[in-house]
């Protein structure tokens, strides 16, 4: 199957620092990526949309100030936590289909974990 | 609106044993359902995954799904679990209309030997 590689794989951060994760289709092209964010024992949350070339969509009630989403390329897009704060330590994971939406096959990350002293 | 429910949060077999995992959902028109398993260390998998005709559905690693439209339910079952059958399991309902998933809350799955 298709590779998506997230990078870090966990960070831990000072409170008012800012954080990036990149997401990476390592074997195709993704116009599309999601980014979600997962709580402990909760459902995973989808927070927005990442489109190559464009700007993301956000969820409703997500902040597009503090989650900075960047797909500048077919196999690259960033989440970046502005001015994290403890609230924002979350499992976040990106996902891509291979082709088409949401809908079809999605290939995930292994996610990155967010720890905001 | 869209919900999917997983009453199991954590479940317990032996190897060997049978394994039925629940998933209900609540959609007002046809669904397109999948179950998805998480691995240690591992992004989600999907398993397999429902948008028309036959109601069982057939997946990978052994595992099969049965869409009931009447109990708006979408069970995971397999025979016989192995150990690497550990993880975490997540039903998800979509929707052509918004292009998105929606994730249930998972169910544990632990395998005694």
């Known amino acids: 199957g298709a590779v998506v590689s997230q990078h870090p794989s966990r960070v831990i951060c000072k409170s008012g620092t800012s954080v990036k994760i990149e997401c990476r289709s390592l074997d195709f092209q993704a116009t599309t990526m999601f980014w979600y964010r997962q709580f402990p024992k909760q459902s995973l949350m989808l927070m927005a949309t990442?489109?190559?070339?464009?700007?993301?969509?956000?969820e409703q009630g997500v902040e597009k100030d503090k989650f900075l989403i960047n797909h500048a390329s077919l196999t690259l897009s960033t989440l970046t936590v502005t001015s994290a704060h403890p609230e924002d330590s979350s499992f976040y994971i990106c996902s891509a289909p291979r082709s088409g939406g949401a809908l079809d096959e999605q290939f995930f990350g292994p996610g990155t974990r967010l720890t905001v002293l | 609106a869209q919900s999917v429910t997983q009453p199991d949060i954590h479940i317990t077999v032996s190897e060997g044993a049978s394994l039925e995992l629940r998933c209900n959902y609540s959609y007002g028109a046809t669904p397109y359902l999948f179950w998805y398993v998480q691995s240690p260390g591992q992004g989600l998998q999907l398993l397999l995954k429902y948008f028309s005709g036959d109601t069982l559905v057939q997946g990978i690693k052994g595992f099969e799904a049965e869409f009931k439209r009447s109990q708006s339910s979408f069970n995971l079952r397999k025979p016989s679990v192995h150990w690497s059958d550990a993880a975490e399991y997540f039903c998800a309902v979509g929707s052509t209309y918004t292009d998105k998933l929606i994730f249930g809350t998972g169910t544990r799955l632990q395998v005694f030997p």
């Open positions: 990442s489109n190559e070339g464009s700007k993301a969509t956000y």
